[in-house]
């Protein structure tokens, strides 16, 4: 089942350039596909934001890791904000 938390971390390995946009992309396209089934809305928001981010660039670059990071540091700010 997909998880916001199994995302953040294959994003931050990729962000510490631990593995590839090619292998992340070759992980995160299987995970994420029907993440609306999931039940967790944090993980699909974040799969969203992800993707539209990906949809946006071609290649790899430090445009696209900027984008992809800020991504990061807004889901690890929702996950630590209390419900309203």
């Not at 510490?16 to 994420?32: I, K, M, N, Q, V």
């Not at 890791?65 to 540091?73: F, M």
Request: charged share 30%; proline share 4%; hydrophobic share 40%.
């Amino acid at each position: 089942m997909a998880s916001a938390f199994e995302i953040r971390k294959h994003l931050e390995r990729l962000l510490a350039r631990e593995t590839s946009l090619d292998d992340f992309e070759e992980w995160f396209g299987p995970y994420s596909w029907n993440i609306h089934k999931s039940g967790d809305s944090e993980a699909q928001r974040l799969a969203y934001a992800i993707e539209h981010q990906l949809s946006l660039f071609d290649e790899d670059s430090e445009d696209l890791r900027r984008a992809l990071l800020a991504v990061l540091e807004s889901a690890k700010i929702e996950a630590t904000s209390p419900p309203a």
